[in-house]
């Protein structure tokens, strides 16, 4: 399948604008600053903060005109990607591993949210791997809604146990300034619920909502 490298990606995902058609909208609030201005991680995490937003804010309103009910409705995604660090690279592995829904009006929003997390919001390193002849960055994700909790986990590899601790830091700590000015009550949950960890040499990015507490913030 087609691909490009990491950069070509993180710079695609810095720029890109959702589609009112898959329901997703804009806000206006947005503390947006100039690409330029930002550092890659803070960048990383906004845009993962307003991704995981924009999705709950979908579900809500697909819930208020009845075309998702968050106290019965469940959904799994899974994917892994293998992206070579090659400028204009036409091969990468995405390996879809699930994709389950029990709500079929939901497909079109789970896939564009998806599609926001397929590259590991640029976070990991450029390793040798013996699937293709250039480093590559290994990113996966999942998210789903199952009787017990929303759940949204990507993790990205790091070149070593010191790289993947250190990131995980600067996440936190680029979380806390978020958290500030944090403007809606969804995104203070997004937020608050949202932690970072390192184990070996992965980092893992997590935010997960108990359903009971989903249901009240969804029908807010």
């Known amino acids: 399948m087609a691909g490009a490298t990491p950069q070509v990606f993180g710079s695609a995902a810095l720029t890109r604008q959702f589609d009112v058609k898959d329901e997703i909208e804009l806000k206006d609030d947005l503390d947006t600053k100039p690409d330029d201005e930002r550092s890659p991680v803070s ?39 293998l992206l070579p660090c090659v400028d204009a ?6 390996t879809p591993i699930r994709f389950d829904t029990s709500n079929e009006s939901l497909r079109n929003t789970l896939g564009h949210f998806s599609r926001g997390m397929v590259y590991g919001y640029s976070l990991g390193d450029c390793i040798p791997t013996h699937e293709f002849d250039s480093a590559a960055a290994e990113s996966k994700f999942n998210f789903g809604l199952d009787p017990k909790a929303f759940a949204v986990n990507v993790s990205v590899k790091k070149e070593s146990t010191a790289r993947a601790i250190d990131l995980a830091r600067q ?4 979380l806390d300034l978020f958290a500030a000015k944090a403007s809606t009550s969804l995104r203070q949950a997004v937020i608050r619920n949202t932690t970072f960890t390192a184990k070996n ?8 909502l108990p359903r009971g507490s989903l249901v009240s913030l969804l029908s807010a």
Do not use: H, M, P
């Open 43 to 81: 960048a990383s995490v906004q845009i993962y903060i307003e991704d995981v937003e924009y999705f709950l804010s979908t579900l809500s309103r697909l819930s208020k005109t009845g075309r998702f009910d968050a106290r019965r409705d469940t959904f799994s995604v899974a994917q892994n990607t």
């Open 89 to 94: 690279s036409r091969a990468a592995r995405f």
């Open 171 to 174: 996440l936190e700590s680029t």
């Open 201 to 208: 040499d992965q980092v893992f990015v997590v935010t997960r």
